[in-house]
């Protein structure tokens, strides 16, 4: 059976493992702080993120060299159906130069292709987070030439609803299913017939808010802010994604230790994750 090394780049966290015949052989899970807070983007974190992977393989006795393949989390491109793509130096240069955005996702394929070229293994990605299978009526937003647009957390809503199936026996795609991923991010995804009809664009302000993204806000509340003449566009940006939601209400993006807060009797971290869950079951229906 191929060794597979499996990369899923997030906005707080690197997670890797060493995976054969679906069965993993070591899994890492290296949650980050201060030691990216300082590069001045995201491009500049791949070199940083991959000596950490290589180091924990290392020590773990992991050889790269016995893999068959490096697989990466997908991230921001033009729109794909769910599925498997080998990367390319084409892909390479869309994610490295952000031509659609950035997101820790980007470093997935970015990674994989640079560890792979080093030991002669293809690299792929599967489910990014482009991943585009919305009908018709999910992208009207209510005004025209603004489109609702499918961003979101493809891989990993993708493989919880095909655990389930497994789990209950029945193919994916014969189930009706309302997905929700909770990280940095939050994406909740109405899934049938084996794709995402409908889901919350995770990234660019729609649904609920979340550890670092403001999620959807008041149109004209937003708008006063934006011409209030105090920010300029990357400001906001970095304040919506970036900086908002739990990392705005109490200075933390950090669950564990919000919840540590919470135990010791924080009131206000009380209410904040107690109004983020609200948020999430609202958007869940």
């Known amino acids: 059976m191929p060794r597979l090394l499996i990369i899923n780049p997030g906005s707080t ?12 052989l070591f899994t890492e899970s290296i949650r980050h702080g201060s030691e990216l807070e300082n590069l001045p983007d995201l491009a500049s974190q791949r070199p940083v993120r991959e000596k950490m992977i290589c180091q924990a ?35 390479v240069q ?28 293809p690299a792929y990605i599967a489910d ?36 389930y199936a497994s789990e209950v026996g029945r193919p994916y795609q014969a189930l009706k299913l309302i997905v929700a991923h909770l990280g ?8 049938k017939g084996g794709q995402v009809g409908d889901v919350n664009d995770a990234l660019s302000g729609d649904g609920p808010f979340s550890a670092e993204r403001t999620g959807g806000l008041p149109l004209l509340s ?13 400001d906001l940006k970095k304040m919506f994604v970036g900086n908002g939601g739990l990392m705005a ?11 540590k807060r919470i135990r010791a009797g924080d009131q206000k971290a009380s209410q904040v994750m107690e109004a983020m869950a609200y948020q999430i079951a609202k958007e869940i229906g």
């Open 13 to 24: 966290s690197t997670k890797f493992g060493v995976f054969q015949g679906g069965k993993a």
């Open 57 to 91: 393989l290392a020590q773990n006795g992991m050889d790269i060299a016995d893999m068959e393949a490096i697989v990466g989390r997908g991230g921001l491109l033009h729109p794909l159906q769910g599925g498997v793509y080998q990367v390319n130096d084409d892909m």
């Open 94 to 121: 869309d994610l490295e130069s952000g031509r659609y955005g950035w997101h820790a996702s980007n470093l997935g394929g970015i990674i994989a292709s640079t560890i792979g070229k080093s030991y002669g293994l």
């Open 128 to 163: 990014p987070v482009i991943v585009d299978e919305m009908e018709s009526l999910a992208r009207y937003s209510g005004w025209p030439g603004i489109e609702r647009r499918s961003v979101f957390h493809a891989l990993n809503q993708k493989a919880v609803a095909r655990r």
């Open 184 to 191: 940095g991010g939050i994406s909740v995804g109405a899934h």
């Open 222 to 234: 937003t708008l006063e802010l934006a011409y209030s003449g105090h920010y300029s566009l990357e």
């Open 249 to 259: 209400y109490l200075g933390s993006s950090d669950a564990i230790e919000i919840d």
